[in-house]
């Protein structure tokens, strides 16, 4: 009682120092459902950067189980600059857009059974600035990058909790996939210096989940040719023939050597993400949501013009992950093995280039009776501290979006420490 009071002043004290400038609103419902949403969700900003000028948008969705014991999740989608809208209706939030009863008006939505809501207090944040609704009031503020996404994720979550302080008790973890995944162990480490520095709130984080998650961009990429051949999309002939002339360069090979360029004639993905930008642009959508009026003319899915003013200052992350593999901390990284952008094989590579104690060499794992996909795990250097790795059989880029039951297993059972 007397700790927890005191413990309150001081999250009073910290939230009138660092002048938490939000907004949040709770959204009962939004065109395209009918009724009241059987959740609850919180949309909100939270400005950050020098001067704050840096607005970023949330969505917040409590667990629909316990969302006092439950964990707290904060998801980062990849792009770079693709919409956290994106990840709460294409992959792991509780609605899905209803593509068979589309019929060229608004589009409706219905409940999505293997939401990780179910299960967790997730937090969907539109990062870097200029992604979905965040935006900022200076073209200054415009300029991101790897490191300052990091930080602007820590301090938005340092703000965040602060208005929400019955959530600074849930474990919690950073989650992204794709590009997202690349910024997801920035922040942890972001947030392990924080916490070792003495910083306010302390987060109780308790590692992080990464889904086919870029590394190194070049190198990541540079996987997608063994890859093909591995799922002989390209011939024994072929594939011998590029690997022997590109000497292992598939991506940036010498312009001047012809051999080397038909190995580039990759398979190009396309899905129809035209749904989402007929109803977010909806102007009673953004009413819904609590947009602020002037601040975004048009939202996209992803926004393609944000990489031009977004520096990739920090090329690898291994160095990350390799720190983080000292911290005590719990880690999932699992991958579509159907992805071309970021093949497992390559994200397998570097994990293995960890040197990390072998605890359970690869074996298939389950759902129903049926084969979902493989697993292995490294120990940490903490007992009881494991790295996992999972593929998601049949899955893309990303894996919930193709398989949400089997990921929904997957990481139900991660969260309470069972084996996969
Ligand atoms: C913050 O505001 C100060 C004073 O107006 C200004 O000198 C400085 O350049 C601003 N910094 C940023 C990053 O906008
Ligand atoms: C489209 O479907 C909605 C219900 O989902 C209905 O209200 C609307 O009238 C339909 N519009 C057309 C053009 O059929
Ligand atoms: C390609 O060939 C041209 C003409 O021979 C030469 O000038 C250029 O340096 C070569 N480029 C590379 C990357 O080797
Ligand atoms: C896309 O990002 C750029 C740079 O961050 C920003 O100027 C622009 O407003 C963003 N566009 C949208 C539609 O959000
Ligand atoms: C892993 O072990 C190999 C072989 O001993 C060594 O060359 C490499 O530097 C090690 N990597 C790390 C990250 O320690």
Not at 152 to 171: C, E, S, T, V
């Amino acid at each position: 009682m007397f700790l927890s009071c005191i413990w309150f002043l001081e999250l009073l004290l910290l939230s009138l120092l660092f002048n938490v400038n939000s907004a949040q609103t709770i959204v009962k419902s939004l065109p395209g459902y009918p009724g009241e949403l059987p959740f609850k969700l919180e949309t909100g900003y939270v400005s950050v950067g020098k001067n704050d000028t840096v607005q970023l948008f949330y969505y917040f969705i409590e667990s629909e189980r316990d969302a006092v014991r439950d964990p707290l999740v904060l998801w980062l989608t990849g792009g770079i600059g693709c919409s956290a809208f994106s990840g709460l209706v294409y992959e792991i939030g509780p609605l899905n857009f209803d593509a068979e009863s589309y019929n060229g008006s608004l589009p409706s939505f219905i409940l999505n059974p293997y939401s990780w809501t179910k299960i967790a207090n997730i937090i969907l944040l539109d990062l870097p600035v200029g992604t979905g609704f965040s935006y900022a009031t200076t073209s200054q503020g415009y300029l991101s990058s790897d490191t300052k996404s990091a930080n602007d994720a820590y301090m938005f979550l340092q703000k965040w909790l602060l208005n929400h302080p019955k959530f600074i008790n849930n474990r919690l973890y950073i989650a992204g996939d794709s590009y997202g995944g690349k910024i997801a162990p920035m922040v942890v480490l972001e947030i392990t210096k924080g916490n070792e520095a003495g910083l306010t709130p302390h987060m109780s984080i308790e590692g992080y989940l990464i889904g086919n998650p870029a590394m190194n961009v070049p190198k990541d990429m540079n996987w997608r040719v063994p890859y093909a051949h591995l799922l002989a999309l390209i011939s024994d002939e072929y594939y011998e023939r590029a690997k022997s002339s590109c000497d292992g360069e598939y991506m940036n090979p010498n312009p001047n050597n012809t051999e080397c360029q038909f190995a580039l004639q990759l398979i190009k993905q396309f899905t129809d993400y035209v749904l989402s930008c007929v109803w977010m642009n909806n102007p009673s959508v953004r009413e819904a949501l609590q947009i602020r009026k002037g601040t975004k003319e048009k939202w996209k899915r992803c926004n393609g013009s944000l990489p031009i003013s977004y520096d990739q200052d920090v090329t690898s992350v291994f160095d990350h992950h390799q720190v983080l593999s000292t911290k005590g901390y719990q880690a999932l990284v699992y991958s579509g093995d159907h992805d071309m952008m970021i093949p497992y094989i390559g994200t397998l590579q570097w994990i293995r280039d960890l040197n990390l104690t072998l605890e359970e060499d690869w074996r298939p794992w389950f759902l129903n009776g049926q084969i979902a996909g493989y697993t292995l795990k490294y120990q940490f250097q903490e007992d009881q501290c494991y790295l996992t790795f999972a593929t998601v059989k049949g899955g893309g880029h990303t894996a919930p979006e193709y398989k949400p039951k089997e990921c929904f297993a997957m990481i139900d059972r991660w969260f309470s420490y069972y084996p996969l």
